[in-house]
């Protein structure tokens, strides 16, 4: 009786050594249940994404593909004032790509003409509303980096965009705003400084009326003046 019952134990002692052995190999990245249906909810929200968060290392390459498979390069901006009519330069490529990519993704909807200086320009593409903000994170943060060689001249109703306000020797370009000339005869000292990538080509008026509306110090409008929609036009 005392052999039988020694081997018992004998098979027992094996039996929980081979468990504690299988417990101490199991990998330390181990997926837990939460850490699953973690992951699961980040896949989900990749998925849903129609293009990648941009950042300056990888605006460039995205926009020259982009340029690609959307050719547009006219664009109708509806104000609290009429519409404007825009046509967007191919020269410009990358600022041109920008522009269609952000109306697409129709992020210029509810900004505003922020900053206004009559007989100079008017300056669009921000808003103190929370969503532009969200937009433009979801978005990315990104610069563009100046064309001005390619012989455009700040006339009277050109586009352009504004170089960030951040610490920017290089004067790289603030993608999510533009300004365009009001002043007759042009403001010809912006040349080589700012990117011009396009021009009026319908509603100056609405872009005077706009230039003479009532501002504060900081040439913001009294009043907010709203881009209600920008969409692609042929």
């Known amino acids: 009786m005392r052999p039988v019952f020694l081997l018992c ?28 249906t973690d992951i699961k909810k980040d896949t989900i929200i990749e998925s849903e ?15 020259l593909e982009y340029d690609k498979h959307h050719k547009e390069n006219k664009v109708r901006l509806t104000t609290d004032f009429g519409a404007i009519d825009i046509l967007l330069y191919n020269e410009t490529k990358f600022h041109r790509s920008n522009f269609i990519f952000l109306t697409k993704q129709k992020y210029f909807n509810d900004t ?3 900053r206004v200086i ?10 103190d509303d929370k969503k532009t903000a969200k937009k ?13 060689k390619r012989g455009f001249k700040h006339d009277r109703g050109v586009i352009s965009m504004p170089s960030s306000e951040i610490n920017n020797p290089h004067k790289l370009a603030s993608p999510f705003e533009f300004f365009i000339v009001q002043q007759k005869g042009g403001a010809h000292f912006l040349d ?7 021009r009026v080509i319908k509603g100056m008026h609405v872009v ?18 709203y881009i209600r929609n920008v969409e692609i036009i042929n």
């Open 49 to 63: 994404r129609e293009f990648p968060k941009l950042n300056s290392k990888s605006a460039m390459a995205f926009f």
């Open 9 to 36: 134990l004998f098979f027992l002692f094996l039996n929980c050594e081979d468990k504690q052995t299988k417990r101490k190999t199991i990998p330390k990245t181990t997926v837990t249940k939460k850490e699953k």
């Open 136 to 148: 433009r994170s979801y978005i990315g943060r990104y610069l563009l980096p100046p064309d001005t």
């Open 112 to 114: 505003q003409f922020y």
């Open 192 to 198: 080589g400084d700012y990117t011009i990538f396009g």
């Open 118 to 127: 009559n007989n100079f320009m008017i300056q669009g593409g921000n808003s």
């Open 208 to 225: 005077d009326k706009i230039a003479a509306v009532e501002t504060d110090d900081g040439d913001w409008p009294a009043k907010n003046i």
